[in-house]
């Protein structure tokens, strides 16, 4: 396939934004018909290299060629006219408009200057989508109904419907259950065939080497490694490069590491992590939400890490969240230290010590406008006033005690908490609950958006908060993580719990059958 | 710096601190926009005083500005909290006129000068509530409601005054609009505007009150998991807008020595102006009662010097609208690049 000259070659390009200079001389050739892996932690310029071959960003710096021509990308529609199309990890597409018209949005099959509706705009759609795999998907339906897979297909289809040579794939697989993401590398797999190119954004390693020809590592904005073969390198090599150092992950070691008793099976499980003693700090009895999960009962006790561990749309998000009072249960009970939390209150969780950091940091927990002082004592306000009255100096000291005790960077909760790495931003929403004084911490996927290298650190954190007694229910799409930092693992497979164990009884393997079949494999 | 860019080398420092020149650490710290605004006012003050010298700066004038700038400034105090929150408040102007007719009914003036004050206060509040109740636990969007509110407050004023003016009887209320009243110079109305505005800044920036507001529109789910009651404060926050207007009717019956059911005609539209020019942000989150103020401020001044060099109104919409575009535009870059 790799003829010369590639069919996309980036040398040198170079961007700054106000005070950061987010690609520094960065090189990158893509051939036709290959897979080329783009990987690098949050902030190593990946997403600003994809808005430049986009034609969203101007580089300052650097030259683009497109088939050994030298191309401007002045526009979005001028990389699409090239051939260039994106899909972006926050899908771009409008939930009130039907598949077909978010297909051909932008390039609608026009008569006069009129937007044609309906049958041919419906019949093309429907032709891509089986092309796709997807053939349910009903070209006339709203977007906004449906799933986020499938709304993943039509931000495929809808590049598919330009006469495309390059594909950009932003973390495709992040919203997607396994059968889905084979789904999408059969789909790879097939325009690659067709000579198309395919840039692919992925954290995870696993999938670079099922599917990956070659691999560009990004690290501060400079391409630290260019075109290496994906399925020959290394892993420790690659994270090296990614990091620096050779981690990948580091869990801290469990106070109980060292005892071992089997797992209860009623969720209520019998004493098997040291620390872990005294009567539960959470319980819940018999909660079920209809249609999302059915009635669940689990308890944590004071120093315990319970884990959820399931698949997207197994219900774990929606339980943290019904458990926290955001989401109104239709059967069973909530208990702190033994008595009832009135069902669907946020307030009253809170006051009787419940704190959720939740799944989605930006939109659910953070004021992004505001410093991280006033992020951390958000809760607490009533702590820091006298008759509504806040005294700010208090505030300001409380806060950064709170802060510096999870060593958050930098170390001046005055500044905006928009400016802080993924990593900090979650310490700063520990922050505000270690404040708080809670006694059940609710982890709805605490590392999502972190870096590989910031998570070890925020295991340690949410393990010493453990062993300071605070007890921690703890949900993540990540077997590995939920394996590694929890004392107890419930594994939920379509809003039922399938299996409970202790997490050193489990591995990897073990868990991914248990969420796929149901059925405890022995 | 002697590197001009080097890569962060922490992933936790991705923003690196690039020192701004000594000049502009000042300005920074004193916060450009309030200053800007301060330079605009200056600058129209200049212009009045070289168009018009003589009436411009007369003692008369400037007390007529200010007595003006009072009502609509009382209002947008209220309105900036409602923005702040990420609501608005349409109905303003509305709950204005119909608290200024209601005060000066006959009925109510023969409760004298406490009847037309608590009448004000109450009929602003009353309307405050309603309107809160709707969107904060009724569930309507913030715009419909106080849309709603706009139409039947006027209808109500128009059906109590029949649309006459209700001429004001009560000595104690004329006499606050009388020059004898003045402290030191300054029109009682004046006085009650700047009392609003330091308790409205306290309020905003040092209290809970104000925090859970900013939060609110910051991030209302953030807030309401954070354990904040975000519809029992948006409740509270249209109930002080409604106050507030309340506050506003009062001193325009003082004013004009009446009630009529056309009074603060588009004072929605003035306050929403005055508060986004100020900066506070339309999407909510952020709300400064410094800027809304000098934004009234800036306004009453340039009707005032359009209508001493005789330019007619339609001039100063005209005006006014680039004034507003110009100063948002101005805002975006200064936002950007801070």
């Given amino acids: 396939m790799a003829t010369e000259p590639p069919l996309l070659s980036m040398s040198g390009i170079t961007k700054s934004f106000p005070g950061v200079r987010a690609l520094d001389g960065v090189d990158l050739a893509v051939q036709a018909g290959e897979v080329h892996c783009l990987l690098g932690q949050n902030g190593a310029g990946k997403s600003t290299l994809i808005k430049v071959l986009a034609g969203a960003h101007q580089p300052d710096d650097g030259v683009i060629r497109w088939q050994g021509d030298p191309v401007t990308l002045r526009s979005p529609i001028a990389a699409m006219r090239l051939g260039i199309a994106t899909i972006y990890q926050e899908l771009d597409l409008v939930e009130h408009l039907s598949v077909a018209e978010n297909v051909h949005l932008g390039h609608e099959p026009t008569v006069a200057g009129f937007v044609v509706r309906g049958r041919a705009a419906r019949a093309s759609t429907g032709a891509l989508l089986r092309r796709l795999g997807h053939a349910e998907i009903e070209p006339a339906r709203l977007v906004g109904e449906l799933s986020a897979a499938q709304q993943q297909i039509v931000s495929m289809a809808r590049a598919l419907s330009h006469d495309v040579r390059l594909i950009v794939m932003d973390e495709p697989s992040a919203a997607l259950d396994p059968d889905e993401v084979d789904n999408l590398f059969r789909i790879v797999g097939d325009l690659t065939a067709d000579g198309v190119a395919v840039v692919y954004i992925s954290h995870r390693l696993e999938e670079i080497r099922r599917i990956g020809d070659r691999v560009t590592v990004l690290k501060d904005g400079r391409a630290v490694a260019g075109g290496l073969p994906a399925k020959a390198t290394p892993t420790r090599e690659v994270v090296a490069l990614m990091t620096g150092r050779n981690v990948e992950y580091v869990f801290p070691a469990r106070p109980s590491d060292g005892a071992a008793a089997p797992g209860g099976a009623g969720g209520t499980g019998a004493g098997d992590a040291g620390d872990a003693v005294g009567p539960p700090v959470l319980e819940v009895r018999g909660l079920a939400r209809d249609g999302e999960f059915a009635p669940l009962d689990l308890s944590v006790r004071p120093g315990e890490i319970v884990g959820l561990a399931g698949l997207v749309g197994s219900g774990r998000s929606e339980i943290l969240e019904t458990i926290y009072g955001a989401r109104k249960p239709t059967a069973g009970e909530v208990l702190v230290e033994g008595r009832a939390l009135r069902p669907g209150s946020v307030r009253a969780a809170v006051r009787a010590g419940l704190g959720l950091a939740p799944e989605e940091r930006k939109a659910q927990a953070l004021l992004m406008l505001e410093s991280v002082t006033r992020n951390v004592s958000v809760s607490s306000m009533s702590r820091f006033s006298r008759g509504g009255w806040i005294d700010r100096r208090a505030e300001r000291g409380a806060a950064r005690a709170a802060t510096r005790e999870l060593s958050l960077r930098p170390d001046n909760p005055s500044v905006p908490v928009r400016t802080l790495s993924g990593g900090n931003q979650q310490k700063a929403v520990l922050a505000r609950w270690l404040l708080r004084g809670c006694r059940v911490l609710l982890l709805d996927e605490p590392t999502r958006g972190v870096d590989v290298g910031a998570r070890a650190e925020l295991y340690a954190v949410v393990r010493r908060l453990a062993d300071e007694g605070l007890a921690v229910l703890l949900v993540s799409s990540e077997v590995p993580e939920v394996l590694g930092l929890a004392d107890r693992v419930l594994v939920l497979r379509e809003g039922r719990v399938v299996h409970t164990a202790p997490a050193r009884e489990l591995d990897e393997h073990r868990v991914l059958d248990l969420v796929m079949e149901g059925s405890p494999a022995s | ?338």
């Fill in chain 2, 1 to 338: 710096m002697t590197q001009p860019v080097s890569p962060p080398r922490d992933s936790t420092d991705k923003v690196p601190q690039i020192p701004l020149p000594a000049w502009r650490t000042v300005l920074a710290r004193a916060d450009v926009r309030t200053l800007s605004l301060v330079g605009v006012l200056a600058a129209l003050i200049v212009i009045g005083g070289l168009t018009r010298p003589d009436e411009f700066l007369d003692t008369r004038n400037l007390q007529l500005v200010l007595t003006q700038a009072s009502v609509i400034g009382v209002v947008t105090v209220g309105m900036t909290f409602v923005i702040t929150s990420g609501g608005i408040d349409l109905s303003v102007g509305a709950i204005v006129a119909l608290a200024s007719v209601w005060a000066t009914t006959v009925a109510t003036q023969e409760y004298g000068f406490a009847g037309i004050l608590f009448t004000a206060m109450i009929v602003g509040v009353g309307c405050g509530l309603v309107n809160g109740l709707l969107i904060a636990y009724g569930g309507m969007v913030p715009f419909i409601a106080t849309l709603a509110m706009l139409a039947s407050a006027r209808g109500l004023a128009l059906q109590i005054t029949d649309g006459r003016t209700q001429i004001v009887t009560v000595d104690g209320v004329l006499d606050l609009g009388e020059r004898d009243a003045y402290v030191l110079g300054v029109p009682p109305l004046v006085i009650v505007f700047a009392i609003v505005t330091v308790i409205g800044w306290l309020v905003l920036n040092r209290t809970t009150f104000g925090r859970r507001t900013v939060a609110v529109g910051g991030n209302a789910e953030a807030a309401r998991l954070a354990g904040i009651d975000v519809r029992r404060q948006r409740l509270y926050l249209y109930l002080l807008s409604g106050l507030c207007c309340g506050i506003a009717a009062f001193l325009l019956i003082i004013l004009s020595g009446s009630g009529q059911n056309t009074n603060g005609n588009l004072y929605e539209l003035d306050a929403i102006a005055a508060a986004i020019i100020g900066g506070t942000l339309l999407t909510g989150g952020r709300g400064t009662i410094t800027g809304s103020v000098l934004g009234v401020l800036i306004f009453t001044t340039i009707t005032n010097i359009f209508a001493l060099n005789n330019l007619q109104s339609d001039v100063q919409q005209i005006a006014k609208g680039a004034i507003i575009v110009a100063a948002v535009l101005v805002q975006r870059r200064t936002a950007s690049t801070t």
